[in-house]
């Protein structure tokens, strides 16, 4: 029976598996800014190839950073690894870059330490299990069958998917340069943390944004010769922390991944306001993140945000803003009626003995790219969605083993449905 098979292979390889996501882990690649990009691109690079493939490096022109790149600074490489020749054509796709550890971790982030069955550190969940996921999937059902044969399989390890951005100089780049398109794709699987019983067929709608309140300044002894821009923010933050408990009201209908994750929201996440404690502040920035639920327009959420500021500017004379857009994109939603999800959803009943859960990611990801691009995608993934960007972030070792042999038995299922396989 191929499950038993690829169960013996799986084990077999857990120690080389554990290792591998280790190594990855222990390469900081902080975003922002984009710390070790080549040093990680380079290392991934050398284990590709010793595995058979054939790789490539694509970086985006210098030209075109301060454009896909806008938070950060430094190379944006691109690695792109092949194998096979295959009609049934598969592209992997995993960010390498991560967000900041930050402090308070009860270890260090990226000594990658296990401990108690899991493996901790900065991306072990997001995603650089997935990334692992994906290439020992590959590597499992290698020594089954003839991988080469049946498909063409390719890795697309990029940057900069944690900055998000309507353009970015990964996923986007390399769809926009013809790299990854509907002409020599099928399928793209994506392996950002889901949890190993849910396949995310799509992810909400986000809206991200800046919001400067623009002031005059004046000595902290006169204040009342400058414009306090940080005073005049407090009511407009007031508002949008008033929305934000109007709209967690609101439930969706849709199934959400993580399933309690059910109403929109807004944060604002970031505050820089003033240059001296004694001068009245002229600027006050802050950044927001709304999420949408798939019952919302992306158009109306912009509104009642805009709607804030322009209410407070015509009561206010001295009120003035600056509004910028740095993300924007509606709740994205795959169709399920195709081979891919069918082999996908056995696998997991198959490995697992349980039904998978079909949702829609509540964090955005790269999904967006190939969508708009008319790719067929899915995501699964061995992290879990609620230890993305936390503290102390860890992978279940069951789990990341476990996705390796969900996702093996479904490129073979999926193999067997369009003949490929005898």
């Given amino acids: ?63 075109e950073l301060p454009k896909l790149a806008k938070l950060g600074y430094g190379d944006r490489p691109n690695l792109i690894a092949t194998t096979g020749k295959g009609k049934l054509s598969i592209a992997f796709n995993g960010h390498y870059d991560v967000v900041p550890a930050g402090k308070g971790w009860s270890v260090n982030p990226y000594d990658a330490v296990v401990i108690n069955d899991r493996i901790y550190g900065r991306g072990a969940s997001d995603m650089k299990s997935g990334i692992v996921a994906q290439i020992y999937s590959v590597e499992v059902l290698k020594k089954i069958i003839n991988v080469d044969q049946a498909f063409k399989i390719r890795h697309f390890l990029v940057p900069d998917e944690e900055t998000v951005g309507n353009e970015n100089a990964g996923t986007y780049f390399v769809i926009r340069e013809g790299y990854l398109s509907k002409s020599n794709t099928d399928y793209v699987i994506f392996t950002e943390p889901s949890g190993v019983e849910n396949i995310c067929n799509g992810h909400r709608g986000s809206l991200w944004g800046f919001i400067k309140i623009l002031g ?125 999800y069918e082999s996908l959803s056995e696998a997991i009943t198959s490995v697992l003995n349980v039904k998978p859960k079909i949702g829609l990611l509540a964090a955005t990801f790269d999904m967006r790219f190939t969508h708009y691009a008319g790719i067929p995608a899915v995501n699964y993934g061995p992290g879990k969605i609620e230890l993305a960007h936390a503290t102390d972030e860890y992978v279940n070792i069951a789990d990341l083993l476990n996705s390796i042999k969900v996702l093996s038995l479904s490129l073979y299922l999926l193999g067997k449905k369009y003949g490929m396989l005898n």
């Fill in 1 to 63: 029976m191929i499950l038993d098979k690829i169960d013996k292979i799986v084990n077999e390889y857990k120690e080389e598996i554990i290792d591998s996501l280790r190594q990855l882990i222990k390469i900081p690649t902080e975003n922002p800014p984009g710390l070790n990009y080549n040093e990680f691109v380079s290392y991934a690079s050398k284990w590709l190839s010793s595995l058979g493939y054939s790789t490539e490096v694509i970086k985006v022109p210098n030209t």
């Fill in 216 to 340: 005059k300044k004046a000595h902290g002894g006169s204040p009342q010769l400058g414009i306090d821009a940080i005073r005049k923010s407090t009511e407009v933050l007031t508002q949008l922390y008033s929305l934000q408990d109007k709209l967690s009201n609101k439930r969706t209908k849709y199934n959400i991944i993580p399933s309690d994750v059910k109403s929109p929201s807004l944060i604002v996440g970031q505050i820089k306001c003033g240059d001296w404690v004694n001068m009245v502040a002229d600027e006050c920035t802050f950044g927001f993140v709304r999420r949408l639920i798939p019952e919302e327009k992306l158009e109306n959420a912009r509104k009642e945000i805009i709607n804030i500021l322009e209410s407070k500017k015509t009561r206010d004379p001295e009120f003035k803003y600056e509004y910028e857009e740095y993300y924007a994109v509606d709740t994205i939603v795959e169709d399920t009626k195709n081979p891919l």
